[in-house]
């Protein structure tokens, strides 16, 4: 059964600094692998989706990472704002085709300071 | 350009009510998704549609029933609500199965059972 790990549960960091956010999976047989960004009392915004062939993807100040034989994704922000203060989720899926099944982590709640 | 609307966006019920969120996506797309979202637990699949009258169980079913008579909507129904169905509900679509393809979601529904 896939199980989905983020850690830390937040960080704080100051405006301006690169940062890596860690997301770790326990199964390698993924099929795709999704990052979101939630903000408070809202939904969830899709923000780089890697394939299982892939090994990065890339978005602006967004870069996201997946090593399978690890069991891990990395979500780099670089440069970061005070815009950039939301949770992090990430999701993984095992299953293709049509069911595109999500298994979520429990997010990262970053803060970052003016 | 609404994407994914759901309706209502708060609610309280009392215990044993019933009621019907409603999830409505404009893009056309062919797979839709309910999910829960609880305090230190992630998001859970309840049910899924792989298009217009077909749904499925996904992760926690017990005591949703769905349904998918049109396209462009998926219902998520509580024939008794309960206090553990206090959560947030949040519903999703995806275009289609190709690999490359996420899933975009809705603001979600606030949900309180007394």
């Known amino acids: 059964k896939q199980e989905v790990t983020q850690i830390p549960a937040a960080l704080s960091v100051p405006e301006g600094e690169n940062l890596v956010l860690n997301c770790s999976f326990t199964?390698?047989?993924?099929?795709?692998l999704q990052w979101f960004r939630q903000d408070p009392g809202k939904g969830l915004t899709s923000l780089l989706l890697?394939?299982?062939?892939?090994r990065e993807q890339t978005s602006g100040r967004l870069n996201a990472s997946l090593d399978k034989s690890s069991g891990r994704s990395t979500l780099y922000i670089a440069a970061s704002q005070p815009g950039d203060s939301a949770t992090y989720l990430c999701?993984?899926?095992?299953?293709?085709?049509?069911?595109?099944?999500?298994?979520f982590g429990t997010g990262t709640l970053l803060a970052v300071q003016p | 350009n609404a994407g994914v609307t759901q309706t209502p966006k708060f609610r309280v019920l009392k215990t044993g009510q019933s009621m019907t969120l409603l999830c409505a996506q404009d893009?056309?797309?062919?797979?839709m998704y309910w999910y829960r979202q609880d305090p230190g637990m992630g998001l859970r699949l309840i049910h899924y549609s792989v298009g217009e009258g077909t749904t499925a169980k996904g992760e926690v079913p017990d005591g949703y029933n769905v349904s998918r008579l049109k396209k462009q909507n998926f219902l998520l129904g509580l024939e008794s609500a309960a206090p553990s169905q206090t959560s947030v509900y949040f519903c999703?679509?995806?275009?289609?199965?190709?690999?490359?393809?996420?899933?975009?979601f809705g603001d979600g529904t606030r949900l309180s059972i007394l």
């Open positions: 893009m056309n797309h062919e797979y």
């Open positions: 999703a679509s995806r275009m289609g199965s190709r690999t490359n393809q996420p899933q975009h």
């Open positions: 999701a993984a899926s095992n299953y293709g085709g049509a069911t595109n099944k999500l298994i």
């Open positions: 890697i394939q299982s062939s892939q």
């Open positions: 199964d390698s047989a993924i099929y795709n």
